[in-house]
């Protein structure tokens, strides 16, 4: 197995307060109709970036904080949305499906 997708419908938004100890701005949980999918997670610029997994059930991604406004777009302007990993090499992302351009979503 490469490639691990896991499509969600749902979202929650936990943004962090920051202090010295806390490396994360904020975190994005993902559901499948109720069903815990994975999660975003968003670091500070200035701290070691998390490593990309897969448990059982979920996918982990990490991003520096300065992407967060384009996956919140993505998440109020696109669907279906899915989280992705290729389990060899660990490298994530968060995917879109093909659609027509100049499509508005419905």
């Known amino acids: 197995m490469a490639q691990v997708i896991k499509e969600f419908n749902e979202y929650r938004i936990r943004y962090y307060t920051p202090n010295s100890s806390n490396k994360l701005t904020a975190y994005i949980f993902c559901f499948m109709n109720g069903s815990y999918r994975g999660s975003i997670e968003f670091h500070r610029t200035n701290t070691q970036l998390g490593t990309n997994y897969l448990s059982k059930n979920s996918i982990t991604l990490h991003y ?22 290729n389990d060899q090499t660990l490298v994530g992302w968060v995917d879109t499906s093909e659609e027509i351009v100049g499509e508005e979503e419905s």
């Open 64 to 85: 520096y904080d300065d992407v967060l406004p384009g996956i919140i777009d993505l998440l109020r302007n696109e669907k279906p949305l899915y989280l992705s990993l």
